[in-house]
């Protein structure tokens, strides 16, 4: 089968089964699955688990305990053992090597230990990654590391250091990717493998799941009746892991992950799995076996703080979305994502000061019908305070398709907005209000500094394009087809506090 290139030509594998977005959706709850024994085995569970370091993480600085928790589609065990072949073939893997990381989840947890979100960032989430430019974020550590391993063993090295330090250029690049997308500093990290979901998922006697609809989708193997049941390892990895026939693709995905993760957190924090020696020891030893972490991690320490978290107080969401069907110039299928919209939402879970959201602001009116005014007489500037490249000049054409004269049009120098806002001199000016409705009901805002045929426009990541409008392509390669964009509709309020499994597609 022919391999999709990297954007530095590096092969990236094609195999339907080792690409599973959720290999491991439930590292989001390591910490919680800590807790349960933090005070048992503790000299046993410190000494074996598998360690990384040099990473370059943070301290805290930003309000709360940022931890990266990574699932990779890795053969081996967590200490670099192949896996077993009737391991492999439970799996249902393939034979290929990878080393994707299709499953990326930021867990947020305020300094006070109140709370924990986990916050899934999709696979396919279009972002800047270091040393390559912009890419789908789920290539960070595989392309990364695969071109310094070809790097290393061209310049001599063995094939065993080859892989340890290319494995750590990779980590490195997906960390800095992340704060490069989310703004804040990771302070741990944690990654485990496909071997891990089966085994923490069969240590707690498997994990109850609900589905709306029956489901038959041979490419995942996901086979399920409608209503709630009960998944264990191999099945559950199904469950999690289809992404064709869902209505949202990979966003549908995600949520299945979440749902499931709730679900096991609240087997985990149960009384039938924390007073039973037996469920504890298998617990123990998948984590033994599954994870690695940071050196610098403490996780029994961290464990015990939280110990009192409740179940109810661990969500699971997504980052915002601008669009779930983007698409690059050369045809490939994106997730694209406003960094700004990221960083405000990500910097409100540890109770920061959000940005000013210009929707409260009195001064503002939406007008809906088109003033009398002769268009050509009105000069716009347009600014694009979004990270969607491109943006400006595509509604900068629109307006002057439509007679509107141009003033200054590229990226905005001036006070940030959180949403896509219409500058004039005056609330009921008729040169803003005909420049709000051409671009599909635009707010107002007042400037006095604009004369009266003067406007300006400054767009953010929530700009829909009006039917029509120019089709451009942005410097960072992402598309406008002159189609508004796709936007991710919320998904349901998830926590493990819930009695029962949400019912999802």
Known sequence: MPQEPTARGVPRPQNP????????????????????????????????LA???????????????????????????AHGNPLSQSELASLRAGEEIASNTDTIILVRVPNDGSSATA???????????PGIG?????????????????????????????EKDSSQAGREALIQSVTNLTGITVD??????LLGFVL?????????????????????????PAGEQTLSGPNALSFVRQRHNLPRGDLDRIVRQQVFMASLVREVLSAKTLTNPGKLSQLTAAVKRSVVLDSDWDIIEFATQLQDLAGGKVRFETIPVVDINGMTDYGESIVQVDPKAVRKYVAGL?????VEDDSSSASSTTPTTMPDIDVSSVTVDVANDSSISGLASTVAATLENEGFGLGEVGNNTGKSVSRSTVFANKSDSKAGQAVSVTLGGLPIETDSSLSSGEVRVVLAG?????????????????????????????????????KGPHCVN
């Open 350 to 354: 540890a109770g920061q000061e959000p």
């Open 200 to 224: 923490l998922t069969d240590a707690v006697g498997g994990v109850d799941v609900c589905l709306n609809a029956p489901v038959n989708e041979p490419l995942s193997g996901a086979k399920f």
């Open 119 to 129: 916050i899934s960032i999709p696979r396919d989430a279009y972002v800047d990654v």
């Open 462 to 498: 929530d700009y829909k394009s009006p039917t029509g409008s120019s089709t451009s392509t942005g410097s960072d390669g992402v598309s406008s087809s002159g189609t508004s964009p796709t936007p991710a509709e919320p998904g349901p309020a998830i926590d493990a506090g819930n």
């Open 17 to 48: 089964f080792s690409r599973i977005q959720i290999a491991i959706a439930i590292i989001a709850v390591i910490v919680l699955v800590v807790t349960g024994f933090a005070w048992r085995s503790v000299d046993s569970l410190r000494s074996s």
């Open 134 to 162: 912009k890419s789908k974020i789920n290539a960070a550590y595989g392309a990364t590391k695969e071109a310094e391993r070809q790097k290393l063993i061209e310049d001599g090295e063995s094939e065993k250091t080859a």
């Open 51 to 77: 360690t990384i370091s040099g990473l370059g993480l943070g301290g805290t600085k930003d309000g709360a305990v940022d931890i990266l928790l990574v699932g990779t589609d890795s053969r081996t065990d």
């Open 188 to 193: 741990h990290y944690a990654e485990i493998g």
